[in-house]
């Protein structure tokens, strides 16, 4: 038996669905964890008239997914979520800006294991970002999960495990601002979700898909906040016209995701004796403007 240290993951871009990518030599992450990976075959018994027993059966349409968790660090995963970027700026720091696209860049996956008695490296071609959830609370770090979609899985070759040169954002790097511009004091844990909702595509002849079609585009989240005046709860069955959340460890390296109309349409308050007071509020948001990021790299890997 081994660990993870004989183990590690990167991507690289394909310049067309699943045909793999030239290098992986990209991280999502720090710390990254793979806590879901798996092929679906969709199997389908055959039962027949006068047995008992199931006499066939026939392998569907093959599912591919993977789950990836770690600690917040470097921005270039959402080029794979939100599918379009442009950089400006001709001195450090540079301004790279992630906008919503009607498709998704793919990417090939390299997930691999050194085992005792041969290597494992499965090559997931066809890879779109289904949904990004980044979540952070009192005392911790910046948390991201990302759930991918993949076409098909191939065969690599163990290589050299990389690692993010980002410093990994914590609590303390992370604001709420509702609206625009107005910070939200005291606010003691904080969860966004993204979703592309992808459509898997397939057609009659083949069991692979043929391509990954973002459908509603999805922003979610939740945070909780000390209780100190009925501002918040006023905003339930009304909206806000804007919402940012700022993830900033220095001023060249940040994170900012600008949403457009902050909806909340329910709110929990536990009030419990010698304990602090606690207003939870679920929200939603109607898009994303865009999501902005700062660093010192001029040209998006």
């Known amino acids: 038996m081994r660990t993870g240290v004989y183990a590690y993951m990167k991507y690289g871009w394909e310049s067309s669905f699943g045909s793999g990518a030239t290098t992986r030599d990209k991280v999502f992450c720090r710390g990254q964890r793979v806590t879901g990976l798996g092929d679906r075959h969709n199997l389908q018994l055959i039962p027949e008239l006068g047995y008992r027993e199931v006499k066939g059966w026939v392998y569907r349409n093959l599912e591919g997914a993977l789950s990836v968790e770690g600690v917040l660090s470097n921005p270039w995963w959402l080029k794979a979520l939100m599918g379009s970027v442009?950089?400006?700026g001709t001195l450090s720091p540079y301004t790279h800006t992630f906008t919503k696209a009607n498709s998704l860049p793919s990417m090939e996956v390299e997930v691999a294991f050194s085992g005792e008695s041969g290597n494992v490296v499965p090559?997931?071609?066809?890879?779109?970002?289904?949904?990004?959830t980044i979540s952070t609370a009192v005392g911790e770090v910046v948390t991201l999960r990302l759930d991918i979609y993949y076409r098909n899985r191939a065969s690599g070759t163990y290589g050299t495990p990389t690692v993010d040169t980002f410093i990994p954002f914590t609590m303390e790097h992370c604001s709420l601002q509702i609206p625009s511009g107005t910070t939200i004091g005291e606010v003691q844990n904080l969860e966004l979700?993204?979703?592309n909702n992808v459509y898997r595509l397939y057609e009659i002849g083949g069991y692979k898909q043929k391509g990954a079609i973002p459908q509603q585009f999805e922003v979610t989240g939740r945070f909780t906040v000390a209780l100190k005046d009925s501002t918040l709860l006023n905003n339930v069955r009304g909206s806000q016209s804007s919402g940012k959340i700022i993830i900033q460890s220095a001023s060249d390296n940040s994170i900012t995701v600008n949403m457009?109309?902050?909806?909340?349409?329910?709110?929990?308050?536990?009030?419990?004796?010698?304990?602090?007071?606690?207003?939870e509020l679920p929200f939603r948001a109607r898009d994303i403007s865009n999501i902005v990021a700062v660093n010192n790299i001029s040209t998006v890997p």
Do not use: K, M
Request: no cysteine.
């Open 260 to 279: 457009t109309d902050l909806l909340f349409e329910e709110w929990s308050l536990p009030i419990e004796p010698n304990a602090p007071v606690i207003l």
């Open 123 to 132: 090559l997931l071609r066809g890879a779109v970002i289904n949904s990004a």
């Open 86 to 88: 442009t950089t400006s």
């Open 193 to 195: 979700t993204i979703t």
